[in-house]
């Protein structure tokens, strides 16, 4: 078994509490849904947002997701290189896996779809 990176990323449309928390949810579980994964073979998490996003730790949104309570989570700050995609999220899931590098999909949601385009599934 390897441990592999998926990646994701989605924007909100305001530095609000519940907004940030529905969005990283949204993620999060598209992310599972899309690479059949559960909490279990999930190694850790990594969270980071850019700075304009203050109202809350997008980590909260997965801490109460049940069965989601033991898995490390952490978040910091995106590099504020210039220019930069405004009120974004990104996630880095480290998963136990048996799937190939090219077998993971990658989750690009809301504005972030522009990040990544050579890697987004339609």
């Not at 990594?46 to 109202?55: E, G, K, M, R, Y």
């Not at 069965?67 to 136990?96: A, D, F, T, Y």
Request: aromatic share 4%; proline share 6%; glycine share 2%.
């Amino acid at each position: 078994m390897m441990v592999r990176g998926i990646r994701g990323a989605t924007t909100v449309s305001q530095d609000e509490e519940n907004e940030i928390l529905r969005a990283t949810t949204e993620m999060l579980l598209k992310i599972v849904e899309e690479n059949h994964v559960v909490p279990e073979d999930i190694c850790s998490v990594f969270v980071t947002t850019t700075a304009d996003l203050t109202a809350t730790f997008p980590a909260r949104a997965i801490r109460m997701m049940h069965g989601w309570e033991l898995v490390p989570l952490m978040c910091s700050l995106e590099i504020p290189v210039q220019p930069s995609l405004p009120k974004c999220i990104r996630l880095m899931v480290h998963v136990n896996t048996e799937k190939s590098q090219k077998d993971i999909v990658h989750v690009y949601l809301n504005e972030a779809k522009i990040l990544r385009p050579d890697i987004i599934r339609s």
